[in-house]
């Protein structure tokens, strides 16, 4: 019975529309009830709403909200610099992140006070899922990339659903999937900035960032990320070395 939907009050049993009009908690109850005796799949009613996690910078342009949405599921494409921008603009506004599963993704783009607010646990072993519910009720962003494409079935994604709306954080999966979920990013690399004949380094990078969300159009820009670097003091007092928190 999976992805059945709550139906209408004239579609619902008579002892559900019954002449006191029951109330869509109740009706909603009394149909777990009939679902749970028949053997069937729960089914959980949909939040149409969410709150929002503000991602700044060129790629606000495209996003539903200029952000992604809270105690929610979006997918990502496999795009380490789409990544890696939505994290420094969330933990550049004081938020903080968790990266679940990714050893090799890279943060020279994120400068040391923003490292300082992101939580690595680049190998979770097979409790990679498990690790990221639990990041999930205590921080604003987590991000989640099993090393093989996973699709979680509803009952299998119950459980980290289920973390995520006890926190308040948004949860960007890369290749994993579940099912409905509230945005989808896919991004490529349309090219590079600052490299001559033979000469120069690259100085920005052209990105194709493409979004779709439930009851909106989809949506697309070209956004150019490196080349805009944050002002800092010409003087800077000197700090200890920073380094990235990683748990074993």
């Known amino acids: ?18 002449a006191e009009h029951p109330s869509r908690a109740e ?11 028949l053997g069937g799949e729960v089914v ?27 105690q929610a599921v979006t997918h990502c494409s496999d795009t380490p ?4 921008e ?24 994120i400068p040391a006070e923003g490292l300082e607010r992101i939580i690595a646990v680049p190998d979770p072993g097979i409790e990679d899922i498990a690790v990221a519910g639990v990041l999930a009720e205590g921080l604003d962003l987590v991000v ?18 289920a ?3 006890k ?3 948004a949860l960007l999966t890369v290749s994993t999937t579940v099912p409905s979920p509230a945005l989808t990013i896919t991004g490529h690399i349309e090219g590079f900035r600052g490299i001559g004949e033979g000469l120069g380094r690259i100085n920005g990078i052209d990105l194709r960032v493409r979004a779709e969300s439930k009851g909106t159009r989809p949506a697309s820009t070209t956004v150019t990320l490196g080349q805009k670097q944050r002002k800092h003091p010409k003087k800077q007092p000197k700090k200890q070395p920073t380094h990235l928190r990683a748990v074993p």
Not at 1 to 18: K, N, W
Not at 44 to 70: A, D, R
């Open 86 to 109: 939505i994290i420094d603009q969330v933990t550049a506004a004081g938020g903080h992140v968790g990266v679940v599963g990714w050893p090799e993704l890279s943060y020279a783009a």
């Open 27 to 37: 009706q909603i109850a009394q149909l777990r009830a009939q679902m749970a005796a």
């Open 144 to 161: 989640l990339r099993t090393r093989t494409q996973l699709e979680l079935t509803p009952v299998r994604a119950r459980p980290l659903l």
């Open 81 to 84: 610099a789409l990544i890696v």
């Open 167 to 169: 926190g308040n954080a």
């Open 1 to 18: 019975m999976s992805g059945t939907s709550i139906r209408s009050l004239a579609a619902l049993p008579e002892e559900v529309a019954g």
């Open 163 to 165: 973390r995520l709306r």
């Open 44 to 70: 959980h009613p949909v939040v149409e709403k969410h709150g929002t996690l503000t991602v700044k910078g060129s790629l606000s342009q495209v996003l539903p909200n200029n952000g992604l949405p809270k």
